[in-house]
C-alpha cells in the first residue's frame, strides 16, 4: 500500500431515507450506511455527501432526535461513534455540514438540503472551510421562480496532509438539474447534463475553484447530474482542464454517457456522479466503486445513487527540495 496516498468518497445518501423514497429519515439507513463507510479499507481520508438535511418535519417525522435542535448529521455521527464503538475502534471523523436552502411553511420547516464532509482528523488537518457561507451557484433561470427553486451551493475546505504538511483543496457540490424553462430542454432526447441552467452553474464552480485552490492541488465532487459526455461534463473536462478520476483509471469512457450507471430511478440508470481533479493529483485507482444495481456492492439499496471511492497522490509541492546522489 502507498503511504502517501489518500483516498475519498463522495455520495449522494438521499436524506438517509432511501427505504421510505427519500420522503422520510430513519435510524435504519443511518446505521447501515455508517457500517458500510467503517468497512472501507483503508478508510477514506475525506467523505463527501450530498442530499443531507439540516433539522425538518421530513427528517424528523420518523426519527425523533434526542435533544432538540439535534441535526440529521449529528444523529448520523452518532451512528457512526456507535458502528466504530462495536467494532472497538476509534471514530476518527470530524464532520462539517453546508446548509444550501430551508423550505418552509410558516414556521415550520418542510424540508431542508445541505453538503456535508467528513475529515479523517488522524490522517488530515481543516485548515479552511466556507462552513459559515458555501458559495451559492444557482443559476435562475425563472426570475420569478427564483425563491422556490432548490438552492446549489459549493462546499469547500482547504486540508493538509499530517504527514508531510501538504496542502490541498476539496471542492463538494450538487448541480441542478436541467431547467423545463429553456427551449434546449425540449429540443434533445438527452437533457442531463445540456441544460443552459447546468452550464451556468458549472461555470461558476470552476471560477470558483479557481480562484480559492490558487496553485494547490484540488478535487470537486458531488452529484452533478450530468453523465459523461454531456455538454457539462465536456466543458469541465475541456475548457475548465479538470480530470474525471474515473477516466483517469480506466473505469469509464468518457464518451460514453450510459456505460457506468452511478444513480437509478425505477427503470431508468444514468451516470451522475463524479469526482474530477486539478492542479497536481494523480488518480491511482477507484476500488469499490460500483455501478448503481451492483449487489455484490457494500452499498447496495442504500440510496439511488452509488458512492465514488478513489485513491489519489498529490504532486510534490512547488519548490519542495529534490534529493540527488553524489
Known sequence: MNDSALRIATYNVRYFGHMLRGLASTVGPKRRV??????????????????????????????????????????????MVETFGAQARDMPYEAFYFRAHNYKLGEVSLYTTGLAMLVNTRT??????????????????????????????????????????????????????????????????????????????????????????????????????????????????????LTCAQAAVGQIDPNTSR????????????????MFSGGGVRWLDTQETCPFGDAQSRFHGLSDHMPIIARFELDAAPGAAVSSAG
Open 259 to 274: 456505460g457506468f450507471p452511478t444513480a437509478g430511478f425505477m427503470h431508468m440508470r444514468m451516470h451522475l456522479d463524479h
Open 34 to 79: 455508517a457500517a458500510a463507510l467503517s468497512s472501507l479499507d483503508p478508510l477514506p481520508d475525506v467523505v463527501c455527501l450530498q442530499e443531507v438535511e439540516t433539522s425538518s418535519l421530513r427528517s424528523t417525522i420518523a426519527h425523533r432526535p434526542k435533544q432538540p435542535g439535534e441535526t440529521q448529521l449529528a444523529a448520523f455521527m452518532d451512528r
Open 124 to 241: 488530515l488537518q481543516v485548515d479552511t472551510h466556507n462552513v459559515a457561507a458555501p458559495q451559492h451557484i444557482t443559476h435562475h433561470h425563472v426570475q420569478r421562480l427564483k425563491d422556490r427553486k432548490q438552492s446549489r451551493i459549493c462546499a469547500h475546505m482547504r486540508l493538509v496532509r499530517r504527514s508531510d504538511g501538504r496542502g490541498f483543496h476539496i471542492f463538494n457540490t450538487h448541480l441542478s438539474l436541467p431547467t423545463p424553462f429553456a427551449k434546449e430542454f425540449w429540443a434533445t432526447k438527452d437533457k442531463m447534463g445540456g441544460g443552459p441552467n447546468q452550464l451556468h452553474e458549472a461555470r461558476k464552480l470552476a471560477e470558483f475553484m479557481r480562484v480559492h485552490s490558487g496553485n494547490e492541488p484540488y478535487i470537486v465532487c458531488g452529484d452533478f447530474n450530468s453523465p459523461p459526455a454531456s455538454p457539462v461534463f465536456r466543458y469541465l473536462t475541456g475548457e475548465a482542464c
